[in-house]
């Protein structure tokens, strides 16, 4: 069992720069996806951005040239750095993680919201 928590939420004008930190109860770094989605009110969860093993970072288009995804396997912690923010940026944003083995294991944390204002 793992365990997600996500921080580093918060108030930002547009513009502005947030990172979001996901820590884990436990190594996540042997996981086969790691990734944030984001859930805008009103809206369904979404994909953000995902590491995977033995791949390059991927992002979805409106993440791309403004977000970077890393991680710190020595703090268990998974990032997003986010820049230039935009007011469609709000939402709640969630660490995923997945282990594709004998037995799929999935993992959420509870999100952080982030909200920009215009």
């Known amino acids: 069992q793992v365990h997600v928590v996500e921080s580093g939420g918060g108030l930002v004008q547009a513009g502005g720069s947030l990172r979001l930190s996901c820590a884990a109860s436990g190594s996540i770094f042997n996981a086969n996806d790691m990734g944030w989605y984001r859930q805008a009110p009103g809206k369904q969860r979404e994909l953000v951005a995902m590491l995977r093993t033995g791949r390059s970072p991927q992002y979805t288009d409106p993440a791309k040239g403004r977000f970077t995804i890393s991680g710190d396997s020595a703090k268990n912690t998974l990032y997003l750095q986010m820049t230039s923010l935009k007011p469609e940026d709000t939402g709640v944003y969630y660490c995923?993680?997945?282990?594709?083995?004998?037995?799929?294991?999935?993992?959420w944390g509870r999100g952080t919201q982030v909200t920009v204002s215009s």
């Open positions: 995923n993680v997945r282990y594709y083995g004998s037995t799929y294991r999935e993992y």
